[in-house]
């Protein structure tokens, strides 16, 4: 992973990606989080539980330990968007 303090990634990102990271899927009604990878976690039945499991992924990010940190972000980020200097 970059030395890069993770507020640098809030520049890059769009708008809409600030605003929330939580949304709720029309067809379906389930609620969901979005990692800064862009994947969707979930489904959550309220938006109070999508919140409490984005602040527990959160949590469970800052206890890791840095393989761990290392397995987890490979697997939410595609392979072409990998270097392997960011590890």
Same mark, same amino acid.
């Given at each position: 992973?970059? *030395?890069?303090? @993770? +507020? *640098?990634?809030?520049? /890059?990102?769009?708008?809409?990606?600030?605003? $929330? @990271?939580?949304?709720? /899927?029309? %067809?379906?009604?389930?609620?969901? +989080?979005? $990692?800064r990878e862009? %994947?969707?976690?979930?489904? #959550?039945?309220? %938006?109070?539980?999508?919140?409490?499991? !984005?602040n527990d +992924? !959160?949590? #469970? !990010?800052?206890?890791? *330990? !840095?393989?761990?940190?290392? $397995?987890? &972000?490979?697997?939410? &980020?595609? *392979?072409d968007e990998?270097? /392997?200097? /960011? +590890?």
């Amino acid at each position: 992973m970059s *030395d890069e303090s @993770r +507020f *640098d990634d809030r520049e /890059d990102m769009p708008p809409e990606r600030l605003r $929330t @990271r939580l949304y709720q /899927d029309e %067809k379906e009604g389930n609620w969901y +989080f979005t $990692t800064r990878e862009g %994947k969707s976690m979930g489904p #959550f039945d309220t %938006k109070e539980e999508a919140r409490l499991g !984005l602040n527990d +992924f !959160l949590e #469970f !990010l800052r206890l890791a *330990d !840095l393989q761990t940190l290392v $397995t987890i &972000t490979r697997s939410l &980020t595609p *392979d072409d968007e990998l270097d /392997d200097h /960011d +590890f």
